[in-house]
């Protein structure tokens, strides 16, 4: 028996371990091209929560939120990239490419033509946002000082089937 050693060996080996890090949901895929597809087939509306940036600090403390989804006439401050530290106001948030475009942040084209350069709202942070009617129901709800007040405490819920 030529193979009697190996086989001897391989059942003395530990056995396989499961991968170190697992789905918590069975619902939610990790497929990298499925996520692909869900990100660029996503909806307008979907792409507008995905095109998000912070706000600075001085707006997260004023409204104790941390993040906004970035629309025309935000002003930003550019925190990444080739134009960092460059401040201006949105022109045009670009959905189809998830970029942003800023004012006066331009690139001159062979011909002398000058085209906007599309920044991509994580690597920016709002420095001064844009209000109207919904967008300060937009900071009502998520504010974080509010957190818990009119809902039911754990205790409370616990309780609640006890007599």
Known sequence: QPFAHRVASLSQC????PPSTMKYS???TSDRSKNRKAHFSASSGQKRVLMSAGL??????????????????????????GQKNREGKVVQAYRKKF???????????????????????????????????DRKAILERKDRSKIGKGKLSDAEVNMAGVD
């Open 14 to 17: 530990p056995p396989a371990s």
């Open 26 to 28: 069975p619902s939610v």
């Open 56 to 81: 600075s600090k001085e707006l997260q403390a004023k409204y104790n939120v941390r993040s906004m989804p970035i629309r025309k006439d935000d002003e930003v401050m550019i925190l990444r990239g």
């Open 99 to 133: 970029v942003i475009h800023v004012e006066r942040v331009m690139k001159e084209k062979p011909n002398g033509a000058s085209t906007p350069i599309g920044i991509h709202p994580s690597n920016v942070v709002i420095t001064k946002l844009k209000l109207d009617k």
